[in-house]
């Protein structure tokens, strides 16, 4: 544990040390899970959103994007239920006088059992060697299935409560488990009660006509309420999807872990719209997708699992998300929801306005069924960054710590150096840069002896550098070096360009889904 929180430090604090993420209003000490990204941070976000939106958008016919308002018409969170049910089940710790997500107890009380499982198992994998087997001793060994059994009914019971609106027992399930405060110890709890998580503001300009409105919690329903602008407006024929980025605005009550989990966000969203009785087929369609577009980045496999949802949101006939494994364990990324027609429903019975697609094959209209990817922007720039950034110990002895960045996210994609700053080296760095600048985003850097630069670049997340010496005077070749491998090799100037798009054009990235 103590491990996973150094390294969790180490992520924010390069963040911060490399100009990737900044806390919101810092010198007036901040403002609690609010983030600003800064010179690199606001590259990568971009860069990570287009590989998104090039995925979802540009390489599906059936798939286009929007961009709607933040500011909506308050009934369209009364029809969504947004307003009756997006609440979490809050409790107060009497004696710390400390607020908590009374689910997120529970659930990090079973991450912890899950712990003690991985222990056992690496504790087994240590002892068996080779032989081992890891499916077979998770599926028999009774220590190992107690454990199991343990987190399943737990979940299993809060899930019930949740859904039944019982929170006497969901406070009877933390006092069962002598659940304490995780700061004092403390197991002087209050009751638990429903917290609605919507930001409210106002629009207009007399205090008797203002309207009372919300900051939208979720980019999805500007695509419900402009479904059929689209599909009339784009000739759009079912299986069709809209798709968007943007912010959204959530009261957090626990908002700790840096971006994890922010009161303002980013997500990217995409609902498809199919013929009712086809989503469960719809619904494996994008859960494969989706994790094959991770995969794509190269982050490793044994990073993502499926979790499926015990505890459905009230739109929802079947949900999963993919978990990833952040600095502090497996945590969600992005959700995969079957919406049934819940959304189109509720906003043509609270508008009065008929929001049904007439099918020219079936010759009949029905209200769409919708299947959604949501992934949060942030929470995705968390997991490329802590996975990125690693300490290598060199074969000379010393470290180097490198952010290996999967190259087409890269902020910065190559740095131009001249090894010296005289002898009219400087000039010939600066003619590269202005070529390459046409096609990347580039960097120059004269600063310092140049092991110290490749140094500073490797933390950056940079993947080629550059260096210009007294050779390229006589012969137009340069130095490139790669971040990941540190391998040096001598190319021709005019090549400069090829050689970096073959590594971060978008193209080698995404044909691998
Ligand atoms: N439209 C469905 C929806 O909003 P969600 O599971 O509440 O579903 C989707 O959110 C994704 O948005 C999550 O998987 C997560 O990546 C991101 N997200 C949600 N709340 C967040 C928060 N407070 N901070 C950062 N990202 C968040």
Redesign the pocket.
């Known amino acids: 544990m103590a491990n996973q929180d150094d390294q969790f430090k180490k992520v924010i604090s390069h963040a911060k040390e490399y100009g990737y993420v900044f806390q919101s209003s810092e010198i007036y000490d901040g403002l609690s ?1 609010v983030y600003d990204y800064a010179q690199n941070g606001a590259e990568l976000k971009k860069n990570i959103r287009d590989y998104w939106w090039k995925a979802m958008v540009q390489m599906n016919d059936n798939i286009v994007g929007i961009d709607s308002a933040i500011f909506m018409h308050p009934t369209i969170w009364k029809a969504s239920g947004h307003v009756d049910a997006f609440n979490d089940p809050l409790i107060d710790n009497k004696d710390s006088k400390k607020r908590y997500r009374a689910d997120v107890l529970i659930e990090d009380y079973c991450a912890k059992i899950e712990a003690k499982i991985d222990k056992e198992v690496a504790k087994a994998a240590k002892r068996f060697g080779d032989a081992f087997d890891k499916d077979e001793f998770v599926a028999t060994n009774g220590r190992v299935l107690g454990y199991q059994e343990k987190i399943n009914t737990t979940l299993s019971r809060m899930a019930k409560s949740l859904e039944n609106e019982d929170l006497a027992d969901v406070k009877a399930l933390i006092e069962e488990l002598e659940i304490a405060d995780p700061l004092t110890g403390s197991k002087n709890w209050t009751e638990v009660k429903q917290f609605n998580l919507m930001f409210g503001t106002k629009l207009g300009s007399s205090a008797d006509t203002a309207m009372d409105l919300y900051l939208r ?4 329903q500007g695509i419900f309420v402009n479904f059929l602008n689209v599909q009339k407006s784009g000739r759009m024929k079912i299986p069709f999807g809209i798709a968007q980025t943007g912010k ?1 605005f ?1 009261n ?1 009550i626990v ?1 700790r872990q840096f ?5 303002e ?3 990217m ?1 995409m609902q498809f719209f199919i013929k009712p009785g086809t989503q469960k087929e719809w619904y494996e369609y994008w859960k494969e997708a989706r994790l094959k577009w991770h995969l794509s980045l190269g982050m490793g496999e044994e990073n993502y699992r499926f979790h499926d949802h015990e505890k459905l ?1 009230h739109y929802a006939d079947a949900a999963a ?1 993919i978990e990833f494994k952040f600095p502090f364990g497996f945590k ?4 995969i ?1 079957s919406r049934t027609d819940f959304d189109l429903k509720a906003h043509e019975e609270y508008s009065g306005k008929k929001l049904q697609y007439f099918d020219h094959e079936e010759k009949a209209s029905y209200t769409p069924y919708v299947l ?1 990817t ?7 720039f968390l997991a490329v960054f802590s996975n990125a950034l690693q300490e290598e110990e060199l074969e000379n002895g010393t470290t180097r710590t490198v952010l290996k960045l999967p190259s087409v996210l890269a902020p910065v994609k190559a740095a131009i150096f001249p090894l010296v700053k005289k002898d009219g080296l400087p000039e010939v760095a600066k003619q590269i840069v202005e070529d390459l600048k046409w096609d990347f985003n580039v960097f120059y850097d004269e600063k310092d002896a140049v092991g110290k630069r490749y140094r500073r670049q490797d933390a950056n997340g940079t993947p080629f550098c550059i260096t210009v010496d007294h050779d390229t005077l006589e012969d137009n070749t340069v130095t490139i070096r790669h971040r990941d491998t540190m391998e040096q090799q001598r190319v021709k100037i005019e090549d400069l360009r090829q050689i970096i798009k073959q590594e971060v054009d978008v193209r080698f990235w995404l044909m691998k889904m």
């Open positions: 899970a919690p979720e980019t999805a959204a959530r957090e908002a971006i994890f989990r922010m009161r966000f980013e997500q969203e949101a998300d969600e990324l992005e959700g929801h959604e949501s992934i949060g922007l942030d929470r995705m």
